[in-house]
């Protein structure tokens, strides 16, 4: 039990993070200390009617000895299944210069970084039932962070989003 605990405490900030309310749905990849975010991952997410609006963030938690600052950016491409099986993709290079003093979306707990991103507000989900969620680190060039310094990936929704 100790060392379960202790395997799952890291992880806590995260979890923390990608949670805005009781309407949350959620999901979340850990990556081992020494690989990083080596594969793709995918989240199922059941979505109801389109009556209701929704916002979706992407969490991360990352390793860093230094202040990860300046131009640095998190390359993600996404892929998003609809129920129908048609795929709708997107590209980001997710910023890591946020607002330090802003606690709902960065925290730094020694060598971790826990980072929540805004992804889109106001959704209308036209097709319920079950979307799948798929993302892949998506990097090159010199201002990325690497792939090694990632331990942790994730969506969340809210759908009391107003």
Not at 84 to 104: E, F, G, I, M, Q
Not at 128 to 136: K, N, Q, T
Not at 137 to 153: H, K, M, T
């Amino acid at each position: 039990m100790k060392v379960w605990f202790s395997l799952f405490l890291p992880i806590l900030p995260l979890l923390w993070s990608c949670q805005t309310n009781g309407g949350l749905k959620w999901g979340m990849e850990t990556f081992g200390h020494d690989e990083g975010w080596n594969r793709k991952v995918s989240f199922n997410l059941d979505l109801p009617d389109s009556t209701a609006r929704f916002g979706m963030d992407i969490c991360a938690q990352i390793y860093g000895r230094e202040a990860v600052i300046g131009n640095m950016s998190l390359p993600v491409a996404m892929t998003f299944m609809a129920p129908d099986s048609t795929l709708y993709c997107d590209t980001l290079r997710l910023p890591l210069n946020v607002r330090r003093d802003d606690k709902h979306h960065y925290n730094r707990n020694g060598h971790l970084i826990t980072v929540n991103w805004p992804y889109r507000e106001e959704i209308v989900n036209r097709k319920p039932g079950r979307w799948i969620v798929s993302m892949e680190y998506n990097g090159s060039g010199s201002d990325r962070l690497p792939a090694e310094n990632v331990l942790a990936i994730g969506v969340s929704i809210n759908m009391n989003n107003k």
